[in-house]
């Protein structure tokens, strides 16, 4: 168990949707970071936060959004979802965004677009 | 930004053989390279890391190698077992920004 609480572990949703996904980090971590896993295209970054401000940016869509709360859980939002859509999101949290260190996985929720 | 790209994609074995993983890295700033493995449905897990002050680190059957002039860097698997069976994905930072990985390989361990 790494300490990341990611939830739904797993959501089914038709096409022009929105979905939420929510992550809380181990606990004294301040940094979270999303990442999409598709099949064959390895962890592509999204976003991250630090907290509670954003601090980097990666691939992430203009219909997709985030954003972290003063007590540290972060939500991952989706929007007018596409078949495409359709991955593994991983939330995963650090103590710190600097120096790199490990980064601390959830389970994933994996989201299937119909 | 940085690139990472890692080869193979897919890697057979025998138990008991050694693997091999190659990773190249862009971005000369770039100096924590770290290994994470994913097992079949499973979150990624850091297996070990290396900063570009050190040139090899080892843990036990697994080792990496970083080579700073060539930007790669290496896992090494020796005596694998069917539990080494998993996808690993290799990745840089220059440390104030975000780790890029790389595709991933998928290693498979025959008994």
């Known amino acids: 168990d790494s300490g990341v609480t990611q939830t739904p572990k797993h959501l089914i949703t038709a096409t022009g949707q929105r979905v939420t996904l929510r992550c809380s980090p181990r606990?004294?971590?301040?940094?979270v970071y999303w990442y999409q896993q598709s099949l064959d295209q390895g962890l592509q970054f999204l976003i991250q936060?630090?907290?509670?401000?954003?601090?980097a940016k990666g691939n992430i869509l203009e219909r997709f959004s985030a954003q972290q709360f003063p007590d540290l859980h972060s939500e991952l939002n989706l929007s007018s979802l596409e078949l495409g859509d359709s991955a593994l999101y991983f939330c995963?949290?650090?103590?710190?965004?600097?120096?790199?260190?490990?980064?601390?996985f959830g389970e994933g929720s994996r989201l299937t677009v119909l | 930004g940085e690139n990472v790209e890692q080869h193979p994609s897919t890697l057979s074995v025998q138990e008991g053989d050694s693997a091999v993983i190659k990773c190249t890295y862009s971005?000369?700033?770039?100096?924590?390279f770290p290994w994470y493995k994913q097992e079949l449905g499973k979150r990624p897990q850091l297996i070990i890391d290396?900063?570009?002050?050190?040139g090899e680190k080892k843990d036990q059957r697994i080792a990496v190698t970083l080579n700073k002039t060539a930007k790669h860097f290496s896992l090494h698997i020796t005596e694998t077992q069917p539990e080494d069976s998993a996808v690993y994905f290799c990745?840089?930072?220059?440390?104030?920004?975000?780790?890029?990985f790389g595709k991933g390989t998928m290693l498979l361990v025959s008994p």
């Open positions: 995963a949290s650090s103590i710190t965004p600097d120096r790199g260190g490990e980064l601390f």
């Open positions: 606990s004294g971590d301040l940094s």
């Open positions: 936060y630090y907290n509670g401000e954003e601090r």
């Open positions: 971005d000369s700033a770039s100096n924590y």
């Open positions: 290396i900063r570009s002050n050190v």
């Open positions: 990745a840089a930072t220059e440390g104030y920004s975000t780790l890029t």
